[in-house]
């Protein structure tokens, strides 16, 4: 406690960006606080913009709603708000206006030139500013500080079989971390909602702080021998998680790990993850519980769990045809996967239409890192072929890559092979993007999601149809 009153004293000057939610560019104070203190000063002036944001333009229309869309999974219908990142389909992700090489070049890295920390994309994320150097390294400092999982969770963990896939269990330990929310124990006292965001940010640092000593205890229960190392206090949140799986004394990994917990931790607000942690947190139901919901929907194949499916597929393609495989054999064992009913997993996506920015910042790390890779050999050379035949295919409205399909091959280079494990890392970046969103849901007081739903009964009597 004394560390944390320590920290929360400390100031130091803030950098400025543009605030994309309603598009103006903000100039915030340059005196410099910790995270919840400039939280507490951002939080007003945005609720005192919404309001007037939304008095002026409450009734305009965003677009209308076909039925090919009520059955076609809401695509492209615009109905939520998300803060901290805007997708295009053409030009991928924006974080607070960023995107990916925008961020590398802007954020605090570990070392000079190295890879955001994913500390300093919380910050923006959740504030729309560019942190320093200090005030990052204030907020690893509080991870660490906030890092111990209760005795029972890590029984808990200890007690699934090892045949439990990794995300039930992370799932399982996340909701149990829910005994100690902050939210709920004020709700259920009184707090009165104008509060609400206070204790949804302790508990969303509390819950960031903790995965990691949840995903590694499950790592070294399944795969090793179930012993796990201390948090390091002065180190950053990937440096420990890094250590934790066991591979701290690896400076490549862990940049890659830096890399990777900052790229995947925010894909804006309709995707499965995201919605739903943010469509469970509407019932003010905690960020335990928001989040939990939402590892839930990540362990789907078509979501997440594609970062598993992906290398499962390349690897098996590679014992059935070989690695020296030339094109013509790739080709008709791609036909051989799409004839078979099967989709073709880390190519595709429901909004983008151009290769993921996610898959071209893990290309460039590879080509600086693993250029001569035969596994990343392959990988390229699949990016030449797979988008080609989905296109001859013509069924999927986008052939490009997405996030998926590069991170595997960089894991298993640096010797993390345990491909059912890759949608926990993806499960831990995910929580930096959707816990900030739940402390704006909060902040500016959205209510409880509900749309309203039809039956194919209903909507031919409302057209008319036979
Ligand atoms: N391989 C084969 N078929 C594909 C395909 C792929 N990679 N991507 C899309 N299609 C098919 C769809 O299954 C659909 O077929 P039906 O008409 O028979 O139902 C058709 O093409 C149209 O789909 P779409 O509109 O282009 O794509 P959706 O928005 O419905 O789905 C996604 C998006 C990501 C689920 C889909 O592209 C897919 O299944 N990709 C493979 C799985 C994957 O990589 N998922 C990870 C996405 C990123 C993430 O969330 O982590």
Request: aromatic share 10%; with cysteine.
């Amino acid at each position: 406690m004394a560390l944390l009153r320590s920290l929360t004293k400390l100031t130091v000057p803030a950098r400025v960006v543009p605030s994309l939610a309603i598009g103006a560019t903000r100039v915030y104070s340059t005196k410099t606080k910790s995270l919840k203190e400039r939280l507490s000063e951002i939080i007003p002036e945005k609720q005192a913009e919404v309001k007037v944001f939304k008095k002026e333009y409450g009734s305009k229309v965003l677009g209308e709603v076909t039925v090919d869309q009520a059955y076609g999974g809401m695509r492209g219908i615009k109905g939520l708000i998300w803060e901290g990142s805007v997708l295009d389909s053409e030009e991928g992700i924006r974080f607070r206006g960023m995107t990916i090489p925008e961020c590398q070049k802007a954020l605090p890295a570990a070392t000079p030139g190295g890879e955001p920390l994913p500390e300093s994309l919380f910050w923006l994320l959740v504030t729309g500013e560019v942190p320093t150097k200090e005030q990052v390294d204030l907020l690893s400092a509080e991870w660490a500080a906030r890092s111990t999982i209760p005795q029972f969770v890590e029984d808990l963990i200890d007690n699934c079989p090892k045949t439990l896939h990794p995300m039930s269990q992370f799932s399982i330990a996340v909701n149990a971390l829910q005994h100690d929310s902050k939210f709920a124990k004020a709700y259920t006292q009184g707090i009165h909602k104008s509060k609400y965001w206070e204790p949804t940010y302790e508990d969303t640092m509390d819950l960031i702080a903790k995965l990691p000593n949840v995903a590694g205890r499950i790592y070294r229960n399944v795969y090793k021998d179930g012993k796990l190392p201390s948090i390091d206090s002065n180190k950053d949140y990937s440096y420990n998680f890094s250590k934790l799986l066991g591979y701290e004394d690896n400076k490549d990994f862990v940049e890659l790990m830096r890399l990777y917990l900052t790229i995947h931790s925010d894909h804006e607000g309709g995707n499965v993850s995201a919605h739903t942690t943010h469509l469970v947190g509407s019932a003010l139901s905690d960020p335990y519980l928001s989040f939990a919901a939402g590892l839930n929907g990540l362990a789907g194949p078509l979501h997440g769990l594609a970062n598993q499916e992906v290398l499962r597929w390349t690897l098996k393609m590679k014992d059935t045809i070989g690695s020296d495989a030339d094109e013509e054999k790739i080709k008709k064992y791609l036909w051989d996967t799409l004839n078979g009913g099967q989709v073709v997993p880390g190519f595709g996506h429901a909004v983008l239409r151009k290769t993921d920015p996610r898959y071209s910042a893990q290309r460039e790390f590879a080509l600086k890192h693993l250029p001569d890779d035969p596994l990343f050999g392959l990988v390229s050379k699949l990016y030449h072929i797979i988008p080609g035949v989905l296109t001859e295919h013509g069924k999927t409205k986008n052939p490009w890559p997405n996030v998926d399909a590069h991170s595997g091959v960089l894991l298993q280079y640096y010797g993390l092979t345990e491909q059912d494990y890759y949608t926990v890392l993806f499960g831990v970046s995910r929580a930096l993007g959707v816990t900030s969103q739940l402390i704006w849901d909060r902040a500016l007081g959205f209510p409880l999601e509900r749309p309203k739903s039809y039956s194919t009964e209903h909507l031919k009597k409302m057209f008319g149809a036979k």
